[in-house]
């Protein structure tokens, strides 16, 4: 499952909660602004983006192909 950058940043806001509560300290946000994947959790997102194109790729093209189908002139 893939996570957005809030989950990562809510669990660290949850136990540094409560690790510093008993200290008299309360955490209101806690901002992740860089995420560093192990290179396969990298690679396999990379691959899910590049399908995700694709996919899309093919269906304007099979909708340009559909058009010039549909509006050729006939003779």
Known sequence: MLQTKDQPANNVKEQLS??????????????????????????????????????????DKAEAEKIMIVKAPVF
């Open 18 to 59: 409560r690790q510093l509560s008993s200290f008299g300290y309360a955490i209101r946000n806690c901002l992740v602004t860089d995420l560093n994947p192990d290179p396969r959790v990298k690679e396999k997102m990379n691959e899910i983006n590049a399908a995700q194109r694709l996919r899309v790729a093919a269906t």
